[in-house]
């Protein structure tokens, strides 16, 4: 057998091992059950605070800098659970860093993710720093 070469495997002892293992299935790692809290905090950074931001707050909409790996389901369950709130729907925008030049040297601004989000009608959340 060389080195490169699979090695074959029987289909009647697949399925043997197959029935003697009856262990329960592995269940997937949704977001549902298998994020908690703490790490539902670490998803949400922190709130957007612009005059711009505020403005979208009369309507309900709220943005929030995120983690760049988050995706929407996530920030869904996440504002849910740390604000007590109905969400209806995420927008992602996502932002590229900049080269940016002092001298002689180039580096480049921090990429970000943001998300706008919008509540259920009535509901509120209070971001503003007092």
Do not use: C
Request: charged share 30%; net charge positive.
């Amino acid at each position: 057998m060389g080195i490169f070469t699979k090695p074959k495997i029987n289909k009647e002892d697949s399925a043997k091992v197959l029935r003697d293992n009856k262990e329960q299935p592995v269940q997937k790692l949704g977001i549902g059950n298998a994020v908690s809290d703490s790490k539902r905090k670490l998803l949400v950074k922190q709130a957007w605070v612009t005059e711009k931001a505020s403005d979208l707050s009369n309507l309900g909409k709220y943005i929030f800098v995120i983690d760049r790996s988050a995706n929407k389901s996530e920030i869904k369950k996440a504002i849910e659970s740390i604000y007590s709130v109905k969400v209806v729907s995420v927008n992602i925008i996502n932002s590229k860093g900049k080269s940016k030049r002092l001298g002689r040297s180039i580096g480049k601004t921090s990429a970000y993710k943001k998300a706008i989000v919008t509540l259920k009608e009535g509901q509120k959340i209070d971001v503003v720093p007092t």
